[in-house]
């Protein structure tokens, strides 16, 4: 299947995993946390675990549409001294030299974009995607004509609140779309999942070429092979992560990630 990714990278593993009859496990884990040291340790045992693509946070001190865990390890990150600085570039020049997987860059507006981080991640060739929650459709627009030229996808988000016209509005012209199962914050327990399949459903017919994953609330293997089986290319798993690294359960990280990266499996599944 022919697709319309800028990233070389992301096309890539993509084909790869429909070859496989598989869907792709994206981890998001913050960078820096909870040491600059554990955290590339955690990223590159997480890859060799089962992650296909990895999803680097930026750390932020306001990062206001993260639930509490995740807004913890931004803390703990920039405590760490993985602010937009030397450090943090240190360490993403590290997970790029030693870590064969695409890399999205997940970050908010004032840290990555107005400072200008994008530009030198872009510049070193650092980054697959961009993943920009608090960015407006025209600036992501705006933001894909720039750096689609040095193959890099701009994530557009959809949620189950949207109606059809918003949902064919945001698919026009994307290569990726982030699917949350819910409207809010990353990692709210209380949130009320539906069918993800219904999302699935609303979205597919818009994006014919495209990566289509899901992610919000995925916090157990069975929650991504529902995903998967559903009809997701791709499943994004986030809090549960942190919430490992927070603790240092190191172990425990890597065999979720395992368990997760099975649930994946096209065949396993029934999808």
Same mark, same amino acid.
């Given at each position: 299947?022919?697709?319309?990714?800028?990233?070389?990278?992301?096309?890539?593993?993509?084909?790869?995993?429909?070859?496989?009859?598989?869907?792709?496990?994206?981890?998001?884990?913050?960078?820096?946390?909870?040491?600059?040291?554990?955290?590339?340790?955690?990223?590159?045992?997480?890859?060799?675990?089962?992650?296909?693509?990895?999803?680097?946070?930026?750390?932020?001190?306001?990062?206001?549409?993260?639930?509490?865990?995740?807004?913890?390890?931004?803390?703990?990150?920039?405590?760490?001294?993985?602010?937009?600085?030397?450090?943090?570039?240190?360490?993403?020049?590290?997970?790029?030299?030693?870590?064969?997987?695409?890399?999205?860059?997940?970050?908010?507006?004032?840290?990555?974009?107005?400072?200008?981080?994008?530009?030198?991640?872009?510049?070193? %060739? @650092?980054? *697959?995607?961009? =993943? +920009?929650? $608090?960015?407006?459709?025209?600036?992501?627009?705006?933001?894909?004509?720039?750096? #689609?030229?040095?193959?890099?996808?701009?994530?557009?988000?959809?949620?189950?609140?949207?109606?059809?016209?918003?949902?064919?509005?945001?698919?026009?012209?994307?290569?990726?779309?982030?699917?949350?199962?819910?409207?809010?914050?990353?990692?709210?327990?209380?949130? %009320? @999942?539906? *069918?993800?399949? =219904? +999302?699935? $459903?609303?979205?597919?017919?818009?994006?014919?070429?495209?990566?289509?994953?899901? #992610?919000?609330?995925?916090?157990?293997?069975?929650?991504?092979?529902?995903?998967?089986?559903?009809?997701?290319?791709?499943?994004?798993?986030?809090?549960?992560?942190?919430?490992?690294?927070?603790?240092?359960?190191?172990?425990?990280?890597?065999?979720?990630?395992?368990?997760?990266?099975?649930?994946?499996?096209?065949?396993?599944?029934?999808?």
């Amino acid at each position: 299947m022919k697709t319309n990714l800028y990233s070389p990278m992301n096309a890539e593993v993509f084909h790869d995993a429909k070859d496989r009859a598989e869907a792709l496990l994206i981890g998001y884990l913050v960078a820096g946390d909870p040491t600059i040291d554990e955290s590339f340790e955690m990223i590159q045992a997480s890859a060799h675990a089962g992650i296909d693509i990895i999803e680097l946070g930026v750390p932020s001190p306001n990062p206001f549409a993260d639930g509490e865990v995740i807004k913890r390890a931004h803390k703990r990150a920039l405590d760490a001294g993985a602010a937009a600085s030397e450090g943090l570039l240190a360490l993403w020049r590290k997970v790029r030299q030693e870590v064969s997987r695409p890399i999205w860059a997940m970050g908010y507006k004032n840290e990555l974009i107005d400072e200008g981080l994008y530009r030198l991640l872009m510049e070193e %060739q @650092l980054i *697959d995607a961009l =993943v +920009l929650p $608090d960015c407006t459709l025209e600036e992501q627009i705006r933001l894909q004509e720039e750096v #689609g030229k040095a193959g890099i996808d701009v994530i557009r988000f959809i949620n189950s609140a949207m109606d059809d016209e918003k949902i064919r509005n945001v698919c026009n012209g994307a290569t990726i779309i982030y699917a949350q199962s819910y409207a809010g914050t990353t990692g709210d327990p209380m949130a %009320q @999942l539906q *069918d993800p399949s =219904v +999302l699935c $459903d609303r979205i597919r017919p818009h994006l014919p070429k495209g990566m289509l994953v899901s #992610g919000f609330g995925l916090r157990s293997p069975e929650r991504v092979g529902k995903a998967v089986q559903s009809g997701f290319d791709g499943a994004v798993v986030g809090s549960v992560l942190v919430s490992r690294c927070e603790n240092r359960e190191k172990d425990y990280l890597y065999r979720l990630v395992a368990e997760m990266k099975l649930e994946t499996l096209i065949s396993s599944t029934g999808g």
